[in-house]
């Protein structure tokens, strides 16, 4: 079946340390990629999106993230954390088009210490 | 531009009732599809409409179902409701395939079953 791993459910960093969060999916055919933020009680904002343009793909608030085919990866970075990065962040996949049914991870939860 | 607006934020309902959650999506966008998102898991999807049909189906029982109105908007219904229900739905909202690949989120409603 197909499905995307987030490696590590929490991720702690320092302000101003650079944010890495990890994401790799199973399929041999290169799909659409997302990333999406939830802040408490909210629902899902797009940071980015890989849809077979570039590999390395610019998103809001300075994240980013680079699509690794030999490594079935898409991992999401940021030179620098700032408190208010601090929420849950999802790697989500599409096989079909890029708006059709999304494959969820289980989400990282984003903590920024002081 | 109000993005994708669900209703009611929050419901409370005993098991057994049914209940209507519903779905504006935002301005240009034809598509609407349904997530679940238990807590501290990612969201799931339920099924997804077009052209007032559905289109794609997840694996959820039929007990839920759902419609879209001629304006795009649309409506989740679950039947017999159980515990194992609570959870945040979310509605999402995709374009046409020709203007872009991605899906807006709206805020949720928080359903709580008791």
């Known amino acids: 079946a197909q499905s995307v791993t987030q490696l590590g459910s929490h991720v702690s960093v320092s302000e101003g340390a650079l944010v890495l969060l990890r994401c790799n999916y199973s399929?041999?055919?290169?799909?659409?990629l997302f990333w999406y933020v939830q802040y408490p009680n909210q629902g899902l904002q797009l940071l980015l999106k890989y849809t077979s343009a570039a590999t390395l793909v610019k998103g809001i608030n300075g994240f980013e993230a680079e699509f690794k085919k030999s490594e079935t990866s898409f991992h999401l970075t940021k030179p620098s954390a700032h408190m208010s990065d601090a929420a849950e962040y999802f790697c989500a996949v599409s096989w079909d088009f890029g708006n059709e049914k999304l494959t969820f991870g289980t989400g990282t939860r984003l903590t920024i210490i002081p | 531009d109000a993005g994708v607006t669900q209703s009611p934020t929050h419901l409370i309902k005993t098991r057994g009732q049914q209940v209507t959650l519903r779905c504006s999506p935002k301005s240009g966008h034809d598509t609407v599809s349904w997530y679940q998102q238990a807590l501290g898991q990612g969201p799931q999807f339920i099924f997804q409409?077009?052209?007032?049909?559905?289109?794609q189906r997840g694996n959820f029982p039929d007990r839920f179902s759902g419609h879209q109105f001629p304006n795009y908007s649309s409506e989740l219904n679950v039947n017999a409701l159980l515990l194992g229900d609570s959870a945040l739905y979310l509605c999402a909202s995709s374009p046409p395939l020709w203007v872009g690949a991605e899906a807006f989120f709206g805020q949720g409603t928080r359903l709580t079953v008791v």
């Open positions: 399929s041999s055919v290169p799909p659409y």
């Open positions: 409409y077009y052209e007032e049909e559905e289109r």
